[in-house]
């Protein structure tokens, strides 16, 4: 059914028509508005036979989802930024204990400093925690690749978190078209477990495993991933003949037939992409887009194909390893070891700064005519960041650096001197 | 009673395992462990050290559970020395369903399971969570108040043996003063644990309005059966404290762990009690009180208060107005009460 409706509440609805039976909820900004929206459903009856558990920190949420996992329910939650590191050693326990929990990821930025606006540094910090790691570009996205994840979880025995933008996705609100119950019902099976708590077949789960057999335990792991690469597209596939429409597998490739620059992203910032390079497309330039959905497992093979025909790669990302440059790039780069490109990495939006058309138009541009350094921030303020180097430089207590430059762009901003030395 | 006689009145005493397996009892009033149909929870093979008081006491506990529950139980245990030598990898020494996920989240996994158990119908199915001190008192104890807080319908047993001692005798925030651990050594002048302001536990839980929270020794196999089954008779949360000794970390005889357990309710650090929605409704009496350095004698851990000839009778004065206190608060010393 056709809806303008907030994304959060889009996906609320996708959740609760995937019938989780253990909902547990801690809030954070910025996905409060789907578990209020899933314990609204539960309060109300339209979610029925699912308990929705309010808990004292994300490290207990998905600690009850783990608990309601191992024992045979379909269990759920959510969270972003601060709240994926509080639960980090039980993301990393889920992984390693086989279980099928779905979680959505409304990424926002790590502190310090705190900002609570959007990019994928949560996402990124517990990347290779065992988790099926999924990027959704809308909010239709977003509520699609929910359906699919719970399939997804539940067949491998692995769990699986949807990334969706922070406000970009979660309080935008766009057209959804939220699917029928029965034709979820016919997509998605009652969850049957791998392994179960059960008094009448007892087992012991989560014993400690020795150096004798941990490399063997890992490695089944790292298999559970690829075949979640058959897998993936497979569903992908599967959903558009039960929903009609193509959402998830592992990449969307846009326009990149004959395309001499590629840009390669994850989530929402692909629209803007798209956005540019039909634009410059219509001026002639041969430019083209890949958009990654599965960011783990990352999809090499693929992703080799999708970039083969480019002479330039432009990775804009979300995110940053400091002291290396790209974590996304460094992925990308891994892809094209055989057939190497120029892989320019440009970290953009973090902290929830907008990306725009013309910024990225500059960037593609530099790539084609190489002008674009190695590794570029999208949009810095280089004076600011000199001023606070030197200041830095002169004095040994110069003060906390973030207020500093906080105070370099009011200080700008009144005399009307962008950039101006203090 | 009141005919004077010359005759001295004969007192049977429950003295704990003593009279486990007495023929002189009716089966109804014998203990889980004396039954042929116990259901040895834990197996033997585990890996724990001799007399190690918490692989007693688990077993004591979780028989008593699968009794009251009929069979129909899951176990799920925090990091630990019971996690520890009870699953030695390729083995397992429980026969019954038993997760293991995190050191600090235990009762929050529990309450997962429980939840599970009710949206499947399988209602009857029980849970109990358990950890050692370091798990409850520190690294748990965010979640197990959350727990607590819900009311969730999971039993929550602590083995306290004062100590982080499958990691090597480090101290928690359960260890009792002037106790020698890895963290706290009997060096300088304030040797061993500091003489701080205490976390007990079970009050806290009582704290918590939970329908059920009791203490229980390894010394009285009857009482702490007794305490169990009621739990288990309970829903919502309930909160079990067993004191455990520990022959590695307190530097005890391993055949000498039931009776320091003994000691130690005896001289009073350790109460017995029963409460019931924040109130306590009963507690063991002591029949015959000791002061508090015959239970500290036996314990290496101990062994700087009394060096030859400089005995630290400042802080053995301290620690006994800590068991005085415990006696008056709990009025440990009822005569012609029940207990």
Redesign the interface.
């Known amino acids: 059914m056709l809806k303008q409706v907030e994304g959060s509440v889009a996906v609320a609805e996708a959740v609760a028509l995937c019938r989780p039976e253990v909902v547990c909820a801690y809030p954070i900004t910025p996905q409060t508005h789907i578990v209020e929206g899933v314990g609204a459903l539960v309060k109300s009856g339209a979610l029925e036979n699912c308990e929705f558990i309010n808990v004292e920190s994300e490290f207990a949420a998905l600690s009850v989802a783990i608990g309601a996992s191992a024992a045979g329910a379909r269990a759920y939650t959510a969270t972003a930024s601060q709240g994926i590191l509080f639960m980090a050693e039980a993301v990393y326990n889920a992984a390693g204990l086989g279980l099928p929990i779905v979680m959505t990821v409304g990424n926002r930025a790590i502190g310090a400093p705190i900002n609570i606006w959007n990019d994928h540094t949560d996402a990124m910090s517990v990347k290779d925690a065992g988790w099926i790691q999924l990027f959704a570009e809308t909010n239709q996205e977003a509520v699609d690749l929910h359906i699919q994840a719970f399939r997804l979880a539940e067949e491998l025995s692995c769990p699986v978190m949807v990334c969706m933008d922070g406000f970009i996705l979660t309080h935008a609100y766009e057209r959804v078209d939220v699917p029928a119950q029965e034709e979820v019902d016919a997509f998605l099976p009652p969850y049957d477990p791998v392994q179960v708590l059960d008094p009448a077949d007892p087992y012991s789960i989560g014993a400690m495993v020795g150096p004798d057999a941990f490399t063997e335990v890992r490695y089944l792991a790292h298999d559970k991933q690829l075949q979640a690469l058959q897998l993936i597209p497979e569903i992908a596939s599967v959903f558009k003949e039960v929903f009609g429409r193509e959402s998830g597998g592992l990449l969307h490739p846009y326009r990149t037939e004959g395309a001499e620059t590629i840009v390669v992203a994850l989530g929402s910032v692909n629209g803007t992409i798209k956005e540019v390079v039909d634009s410059m497309r219509a001026e002639g330039a041969a430019v083209g887009s890949v958009s990654i959905c599965s960011f783990r497992p990352f999809p090499l093979a693929e992703l080799k194909a999708a970039l083969a025909g480019a002479r330039n790669i432009v990775v804009v990302e979300k995110s940053l390893a400091p002291g290396l440059g790209g974590v996304v790039a460094s992925n990308v780069r891994m892809a094209m070891q055989e057939t190497p490109r120029t892989v320019h990495t440009v970290i953009a939006g973090l902290g929830g700064r907008p990306i725009t058309t013309a910024s990225l138009r500059r960037v593609v541009t530099e790539a084609a005519t190489g002008d674009l350094p190695d590794v570029h921030f999208l949009d810095l303020d280089k004076q600011v960041v000199a001023q606070e180097i030197a200041r830095a430089k002169k004095t040994r207590r110069s003060g906390p650096a973030a207020e500093n430059i906080l105070k370099h762009l009011a200080s700008a901003k009144s005399t009307g001197n962008a950039g101006a030395l203090s | 009673m009141t005919e004077e006689s010359a005759l001295q009145r004969v007192k049977f005493y429950q003295t704990g395992t003593h009279t486990v397996g007495n023929r002189l009892m009716d089966d109804a009033a014998r203990s889980v462990q004396a039954s042929m149909d116990r259901s040895n929870a834990i197996t033997s093979g585990h890996r724990a050290c001799q007399g190690c008081g918490e692989a007693l006491g688990a077993r004591y506990a979780l028989d008593s559970a699968m009794r009251a529950a009929q069979?129909?139980?899951?176990a799920?245990?925090a990091t630990g020395c019971l996690?520890?030598f009870t699953?030695?990898?390729?083995e397992?020494s429980?026969?019954?369903?038993?997760?293991?996920?995190?050191f600090?989240?235990a009762p929050?996994?529990?309450?997962?399971?429980?939840?599970?158990?009710?949206?499947?119908g399988r209602d009857k199915?029980k849970v109990v969570a358990q950890g050692g001190d370091g798990g409850t008192t520190d690294i748990g104890f965010?979640?197990l108040?959350?727990m607590f807080?819900?009311n969730d319908d999971v039993l929550y047993i602590c083995y306290d043996n004062e100590a982080y001692m499958n990691t090597g005798v480090q101290r928690s925030s359960a260890t009792p003063p002037a106790a020698r651990t890895a963290t706290t050594p009997a060096l300088g002048d304030a040797p061993g644990n500091v003489f701080g302001t205490g976390k007990n536990m079970p009050l806290i839980a009582m704290a918590h309005n939970i329908p059920y929270v009791a203490t229980a020794s390894v010394a009285d196999l009857h009482d702490l059966e007794a305490k169990v089954t009621r739990a288990m008779s309970i829903s919502g949360s309930r909160y079990i404290h067993i004191m455990v000794p520990c022959p590695l970390g307190w530097g005890s005889a391993p055949c000498d762990t039931i009776r320091i357990a003994r000691l130690a309710v005896a001289c009073g650090l350790f109460p017995l009690f029963e409460a019931e929605d924040g109130e306590v409704v009963r507690t063991g009496k002591i029949r015959r009180p000791v002061p508090v350095e015959e239970y500290l004698k036996p314990q290496r851990r101990f062994a700087h208060l009394f060096k030859k000839g400089q005995e630290d009778k400042e802080r053995l004065a301290v620690i006994q107005r800590m068991a005085d206190s415990n006696i008056r608060r709990f009025r440990l010393r009822g005569e012609g009460e029940d207990s």
């Not at chain 2, 929050?108 to 499947?120: L, Q, S």
């Open positions: 069979g129909q139980l899951v799920v245990n996690e520890v699953t030695p990898y390729p397992t429980w026969q019954i369903p038993w997760l293991h996920s995190l600090g989240n929050a996994v529990a309450t997962g399971v429980a939840a599970a158990m009710r949206r499947k199915v965010g979640c108040s959350g807080e819900r």
